[in-house]
């Protein structure tokens, strides 16, 4: 059974930052946050390949920032410039082999 546990969210000012972490418990062939707010569908935010290839939502290009630590089995979202309709539960999606794996999510605030 692969586990997947994201890490990192919380209540941050607009303007503000964050580092959301996703850990799994084998490695992955590609990795994908997504975030969903209440009463919305879920969405991709950014994704990286085991080939280090990343692609980003238009809505957080030039702010967030996706990188993953192979040894570690691990990827972050570096999170920048926060703005109020950043604020969701950010999940963590893996994909190893055929399946792919989701994590519990993080609760991301933003809000003065």
């Known amino acids: 059974q692969v586990q997947v546990v994201e890490s990192g969210g919380g209540l941050v000012q607009p303007g503000g930052s964050l580092r959301l972490s996703c850990a799994a418990s084998?490695?992955?062939?590609?990795w994908d946050w997504y975030r969903q707010a209440p009463g919305k569908q879920r969405e991709l935010v950014a994704g990286?390949?085991?080939?280090?290839?990343?692609y980003y939502a238009d809505f957080v290009k030039g702010r967030f920032t996706i990188s993953r630590d192979n040894a570690k089995n691990t990827v972050y979202l570096q999170m920048n410039s926060l703005k109020s309709e950043d604020t969701a539960v950010y999940y963590c999606?893996?994909?190893?082999?055929?399946?792919?794996?989701w994590g519990q999510g993080t609760q991301v605030t933003v809000s003065s």
């Open positions: 084998r490695s992955a062939f590609s």
């Open positions: 990286i390949t085991s080939g280090g290839r990343t």
């Open positions: 999606n893996v994909q190893i082999g055929a399946l792919s794996y």
